[in-house]
């Protein structure tokens, strides 16, 4: 009986430890759902821009590495999306449009970036990415971005 006792007490504590964890969960959900969704909302932005600026006269679109025509573009980053910060990753300045070849198969096609944009200009990139490093990036930060972008339609 007293083992029975125990193992009721304890599960006790446990499912009430549980519950209180699961309303901080659910407050952290909301948040990272917020932010979530504003990251993918400045995304949708950047690719929409980053299409226009690059569009052909014909309305075609080419892609920057390697030049071939592409039906549905990638949206490229020139410092890689997996090694650049967050700034990095939202700045129109460290985008391009790619064909699916060279923005999955080839990583990038950082040489071809290279090659085309010149050593001064991926230096910036490079150097900004390393100022920005390591900040935390808040929702207004987000806010303050998808606004900023969103102007730039008008």
């Not at 125990?6 to 446990?14: A, C, D, P």
């Not at 990139?125 to 730039?152: A, H, T």
Request: with cysteine; net charge positive; charged share 30%.
């Amino acid at each position: 009986k007293r083992l029975w006792n125990l193992l009721q007490w304890t599960h006790t504590r446990v499912h009430e430890a549980s519950r209180c964890d699961s309303k901080k969960t659910i407050e952290m959900r909301k948040k990272k759902s917020e932010l979530k969704k504003l990251q993918d909302e400045l995304w949708e932005l950047c690719k929409q821009i980053t299409r226009r600026r690059y569009k052909q006269f014909d309305d075609s679109y080419r892609c920057f590495t390697c030049g071939a025509f592409v039906e549905v573009p990638h949206t490229g980053h020139v410092i890689t999306d997996s090694t650049c910060s967050t700034e990095m990753s939202y700045s129109l300045d460290n985008l391009r449009l790619q064909c699916y070849a060279c923005n999955i198969h080839k990583s990038g096609n950082w040489q071809a970036f290279y090659q085309k944009l010149g050593k001064e200009y991926i230096d910036n990139l490079i150097k900004r990415n390393n100022e920005s490093k390591g900040k935390k990036y808040d929702i207004l930060w987000f806010k303050s971005k998808v606004q900023e972008y969103k102007n730039l339609d008008k």
